[in-house]
């Protein structure tokens, strides 16, 4: 296992690694999962207001865990790197039929072909198929977690910076569980968002905060660290990552600041930071963009992290 240091809370200076009518669309033979969801989108079954969408959370309990981020700073790549991991060390993870009505073909038809998607190597083409999605993790028949991955747009919109959260996001905000945010950031040259964006974003951080219930958690997840030089070989320069987040997105662990006076000199920030990379994408000669997982180093120290913030 390659000696890679990762995670941390920002306290650390340096952290150690330490059916209903539709029913005969599912009832034929399955189709290739593209175009399964082609057939049900040619249909317009797509819900295009996100303030129309309705989701339900069964149960009051769980841990919710929220991959919070941008448009393409790859929240589905890293729910398909997180699943691939877990799988491997015996978990259980599946799609939550329940969390979109019936009446929703798309979602039944993504959670149908979850496992394919999960496990192919194209799993890069595939994302905009997993764009909306609430997984359970489970190991020896316990849910542990659900994981919910959705649109970026729906976080921050970078043309809305100001927008509201669409009315589903505020009910998961509401929602009793706890919830462990993932709130991503990724390097100014991979970032889709210009520099005022990622101003505003960190405004959007903010204000996700005030709404945070008391036991809800916060990791701040610096995604594609691979295209940074804070690696070398082994070792991530967590400091150098620090400084480069707080430099590029002004503000954004103002809001986790702890001001307890006597904490504060262990724990400046309430909430951790860790670096993360889902893998390495190569294009094909036919522009087909393939997936190769990034080492389990990086899931394994994220997956440590949310199960540490889930307990306490
Ligand atoms: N170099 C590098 N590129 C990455 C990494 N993770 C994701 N990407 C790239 O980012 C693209 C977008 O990833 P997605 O997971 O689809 O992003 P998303 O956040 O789900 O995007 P939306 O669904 O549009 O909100 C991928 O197709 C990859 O090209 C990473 O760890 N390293
Ligand atoms: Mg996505």
Redesign the pocket.
Known sequence: MPDIKLGGNLSQTESTPTEENDSHIFQEEALPVEEELKTETDDNLIEEDPNKIVVTISDNKTPLVV?F?????????????LARYLRCKNYVIQPDESFRPSSDPQYKAICKNFDSMIDNPDA??S??R??FMLASVLYKGNTLCKIL?????H?FDYKHPEAEFPRYVQTIINQPNRKIWLI?V?PVN?NIIEYNSRIQYARKISKLKKRLLPRDKVIFVF?????TEFVSGTSINYRATREETKNQYPNIFTPFENMNPITKWWRPFNCDFVA??????TETFDGT?T?TP?SDI?PKRLWELILKRIRG
């Open positions: 991959l981020g941008p448009p393409a700073c790859g929240k589905t790549m890293s729910l398909i790197r890069a083409n994302t905009s997993i764009s991955e959705a649109p970026g747009e976080y991503m990724e991979t995604n594609k660290i691979d295209t993360f990379q889902t893998g390495n994408y963009l997936f990034s990086y």
